[in-house]
């Protein structure tokens, strides 16, 4: 599209590394050669792409990034992500989720950066008997700390908008899947254990469901904000909050039946009761973006499971 990105990322091991790097071959970021914090990469593929390994709460690093760059605008989707990691380790949200975003905040601020867009979640609407979900729902009930640091991120942006006068979007995402996707998600997890012929946990026995939005939809989505510029949608000029989903959740098992048909496998079942931290449904009203944004998702559950599959048998061809 034309413009000079800066991408960033730590390269943790929250998840396979490997699949990081692969991403970064993809961007002509030779992954041989990522291995010293703060340090600049120039893509080989992409003139106008440099990559940084950087952790988002150094602060010291963070201030080189912004001082060294006239950003245009800062789009920040990295963050420890996962409902049920959060149970088991709470303080790596804290130390991204919070102080590392107050990092973002702060270069945005000191850099006069005129645009901030970030994820958001779904999660932040907890267990909301309200469907579809709306951006003037009551979220401040949330059932995981992973949701906690979301809408905190939310207080956050929308004081440091008031006060400071630059722009920030929010953007609650609602069950991104996609290739090159997380493989701590559900579909992931799956895909690999009915691949294996081990049984995939069922939670709440299956009453589940999801409004699952297809990556490519949620790229149209926030280039669409980035190109049109920033809408507010709230009692403060300066903040919006959107959401971002497909807007047809779809029942967990029939889900799964989808996954079994694109992989030629009969999935084995482990029933289980509802897992702490978890939501039953989700559901979003996008129209807000739709109006604003003219955002139309057009990619159905049946497109994205067979690209997903497609990718994941060439990605993984050992587990075939």
Same mark, same amino acid.
């Given at each position: 599209m034309g413009h000079d990105v800066i991408g960033l990322d730590n390269i943790n091991d929250y998840y396979d590394v490997n699949l990081k790097l692969a991403r970064l071959n993809e961007l002509g970021i030779d992954s041989q050669?990522? #291995?010293?914090?703060?340090?600049?990469?120039?893509?080989?593929?992409?003139?106008?792409? !440099?990559?940084?390994?950087?952790?988002? !709460?150094?602060?010291?690093?963070?201030?080189?990034?912004?001082?060294?760059?006239?950003?245009?605008?800062?789009?920040n989707l990295a963050a420890q992500a996962g409902v049920r990691y959060s149970l088991e380790h709470p303080e790596k949200y804290i130390s991204s989720n919070i102080v590392g975003f107050f990092n973002i905040l702060e270069g945005c601020k000191n850099n006069d950066v005129p645009h901030l867009i970030y994820a958001s979640s779904s999660s932040v609407y907890g267990n909301?008997?309200?469907?579809?979900?709306?951006?003037?729902?009551? #979220?401040?009930?949330?059932?995981?700390?992973?949701?906690?640091?979301?809408?905190?991120?939310?207080?956050?942006?929308?004081?440091?908008?008031?006060?400071?006068?630059?722009?920030?979007?929010?953007?609650?995402?609602?069950?991104?899947?996609?290739?090159?996707?997380?493989?701590?998600?559900?579909?992931f997890k799956f895909t690999k254990s009915i691949l294996k012929n081990e049984k995939i946990p069922v939670y709440n026995n299956g009453n589940l469901e999801r409004d699952f939005t297809y990556i490519d939809d949620v790229i149209e989505g926030i280039n669409k904000i980035i190109e049109k510029g920033f809408i507010s949608n709230s009692d403060n000029e300066n903040n919006a909050i959107y959401n971002l989903g497909?807007?047809?959740?779809?029942?967990?098992?029939?889900?799964?039946?989808?996954?079994?048909? !694109?992989?030629?496998?009969?999935? #084995?079942? !482990?029933?289980?009761?509802?897992?702490?931290?978890?939501?039953?449904r989700t559901w979003t009203d996008i129209n807000e973006l739709k109006v604003n944004y003219k955002y139309e998702p057009s990619k159905n559950i049946e497109y994205g499971i067979h690209q997903f599959v497609k990718w994941y048998l060439d990605f993984y061809p050992k587990n075939n």
């Open positions: 050669v990522v #291995t010293h914090e703060n340090k600049f990469f120039q893509s080989t593929t992409f003139q106008n792409f !440099e990559f940084i390994k950087c952790d988002l !709460e150094n602060t010291k690093a963070m201030q080189i990034v912004f001082t060294k760059y006239k950003f245009d605008i800062v789009c909301s008997a309200s469907t579809p979900f709306k951006t003037s729902d009551n #979220t401040d009930c949330p059932v995981s700390l992973y949701a906690a640091t979301k809408k905190s991120n939310e207080l956050m942006a929308y004081t440091y908008s008031h006060l400071y006068n630059f722009k920030t979007t929010g953007l609650r995402f609602f069950t991104v899947y996609g290739p090159w996707g997380r493989p701590d998600m559900a579909y497909n807007g047809k959740p779809v029942k967990l098992m029939n889900f799964i039946n989808l996954l079994e048909k !694109e992989l030629k496998h009969k999935a #084995t079942y !482990e029933m289980l009761p509802m897992q702490d931290g978890d939501v039953y």
